[in-house]
């Protein structure tokens, strides 16, 4: 499976996590999220997603979006992240990933969206 | 039914520091009949002495030594200073290095040892470098002599952000995946609770102030022994900062800790353990 086919799974990781749905109950945002090469725009309203598409979408406008090589993506979804694969902002501070937009959202659901962008773990293992 | 006791106790304690009055928040335990190595514990940015609880509660550790961990001015049960609502916390390596040295002198603590964890490790390498003959042993846990930055600290105190939130979710990054999810919890709660700018302020010292680059070559371990651990999913203070540190300090001594992160103390206490007993059984000779 390759990175993106691991992302396109996030509605029933999402739907299936009740409590990341608690934490997000005040959220609603546009976001696009980059697995490699490909973007994934996300419609969250209060903590859940309203729409989840993937492939270009040509003039949607997001507050926010969150670019990641592939690499960086499959490190990030070991069961145990390495050292510097393990966050984020780890993978932002290598260059492995940048964050570009509003950031406002973001930070104010911090943990909701790391938690929400680390839910392709529970995944099995890519071979 | 007896009640059931950590062995610790707190008090407050009455300091000077650059001429300001302050009252100051400490935990300690020690041997029961009193004595023991004073080991002055220093908490990280924008947490509390609590991230030492684990420590100050080591039947093997405080038989030996007299564990001590105070809440800095602004942290945990440490108020700010009478007008602080005047201004803006700020965190200097003058201030911070007078606020240790003020508690250890209150507390009359003969030659202590002083271990600190990041901002705390830092100061460390400045006590090393400026006060080596004052300490008997010097461990400075997640520090270097410089770290690049890796996020805007303007995000940690506005209006539109909760603080204490932000906090918390930046910092959950530098806990290795490997420790316990309750350490885990317990360490994000004390940074949910810092003060509005506190964690901001501290970081002034961290970002600005505090750059020790090439100031850590003076710093001489035959005056005072130099121990410095690192875990190695810390990414604010990687592995190889604190190994480039190291490589400018004869007689250093230094390790990277496996599957431990920023707050080897807190998130995962029996880990940290296996790698500082050792320290402290070659301080405590």
Not at chain 1, 80 to 92: K, N, R
Not at chain 2, 233 to 259: H, N, W
């Amino acid at each position: 499976m390759t990175p993106a086919d691991r992302f396109a799974r996030l509605p029933d990781l999402l739907a299936a996590d009740t409590d990341l749905r608690r934490r997000g109950h005040w959220l609603n945002a546009d976001c696009r999220i980059d697995i490699g090469a490909e973007p994934f725009h996300l419609t969250l309203r209060e903590g859940g997603l309203a729409d989840f598409a993937r492939g270009p979408r040509l003039l949607r406008s997001v507050a926010f979006s969150l670019h990641g090589t592939d690499d960086a993506w499959r490190h990030h979804w070991q069961k145990v992240p390495a050292p510097g694969w393990h966050d984020l902002f780890a993978m932002t501070k290598r260059g492995a990933m940048s964050i570009n937009g509003d950031l406002r959202p973001l930070l104010q659901n911090l943990q909701y969206f790391k938690d929400l962008l680390a839910l392709p773990r529970r995944l099995p293992e890519a071979s | 039914m007896a009640p059931t006791l950590d062995p610790m106790v707190g008090r407050y304690v009455r300091l000077d520091i650059d001429g300001i009055p302050h009252r100051v928040y400490f935990e300690e335990a020690g041997p029961p009949d009193g004595g023991g190595i004073p080991l002055v514990c220093l908490h990280t940015a924008g947490a509390d002495n609590r991230q030492f609880r684990h420590l100050l509660a080591d039947p093997e550790i405080i038989r030996r030594f007299r564990v001590l961990a105070f809440d800095m001015p602004w942290h945990g049960k440490s108020t700010p200073p009478d007008g602080w609502e005047g201004g803006e916390y700020r965190l200097t390596t003058a201030s911070y290095t007078a606020t240790v040295r003020a508690f250890c002198g209150a507390m009359e603590l003969d030659r202590p040892v002083v271990m600190g964890c990041s901002i705390g490790g830092r100061i460390v390498l400045n006590l090393a470098i400026g006060h080596a003959a004052e300490f008997r042993a010097l461990i400075a846990l997640e520090a270097a002599d410089f770290q690049k930055p890796w996020y805007d600290t303007a995000w940690l105190h506005r209006p539109d952000v909760h603080g204490g939130e932000v906090c918390a979710a930046l910092i959950s990054g530098l806990i290795a995946p490997q420790s316990p999810p309750v350490n885990r919890h317990e360490t994000l709660w004390m940074y949910m609770q810092g003060g509005p700018g506190v964690f901001k302020g501290d970081l002034y010292f961290y970002r600005v102030d505090g750059d020790l680059r090439e100031k850590v070559k003076t710093i001489d371990t035959r005056v005072c022994p130099l121990y410095l651990l690192t875990g190695e999913y810390d990414f604010s203070c990687t592995a190889e900062d604190t190994l480039r540190t190291a490589a400018q300090i004869p007689g250093v001594e230094v390790q990277v800790m496996k599957e431990l992160g920023h707050f080897p103390m807190s998130e995962n206490p029996a880990r940290f353990r296996e790698y500082i007993l050792p320290v402290l059984d070659k301080i405590a000779r």
